[in-house]
């Protein structure tokens, strides 16, 4: 029953950064982790970062030494900081709750936010 709004996104140049942000009240009392995937225009859906609930993080490769995940657990909100952005990052954005056999953390898709970086 998690409802999940993704947020932060917009266009950068090559080099810059950007702060995303997915508010999911609940889901640290319910103990989902949450993870990050992006989409781009005519490719599938490419997982980039989770966290779980006991704070351990995982990223791409891809995304390795760029992005860092964290969050609030008082706001019930979960960051993706990006920095250096390539072009390559551009894509839309969303979040997911985790596990998918927890119930309140196998809600549907939210709506995501678009990163557009300019080269």
């Known amino acids: 029953q998690v409802l999940l709004v993704a947020s932060g996104g917009g266009s950068a140049q090559t080099g810059g950064s950007l702060r995303l942000s997915c508010t999911a009240p609940?889901?640290?009392?319910?103990?989902?982790?949450m993870d990050w995937y992006r989409q781009a225009t005519g490719k599938e859906r490419e997982w980039v970062s989770s966290i779980n609930t006991d704070g351990s993080t995982s990223y791409a490769d891809s995304v390795k030494g760029r992005f860092t995940i964290f969050k609030d657990k008082a706001k019930d909100t979960v960051y993706l900081q990006i920095n250096n952005l390539k072009p390559e990052d551009t894509a839309m954005y969303s979040c997911?709750?985790?596990?998918?056999?927890?119930?309140?953390?196998?809600?549907?898709w939210g709506q995501g936010t678009q990163v557009t970086v300019s080269s």
């Open positions: 997911k709750t985790t596990p998918v056999f927890r119930r309140f953390c196998s809600g549907p």
């Open positions: 609940g889901f640290t009392s319910n103990r989902c982790g």
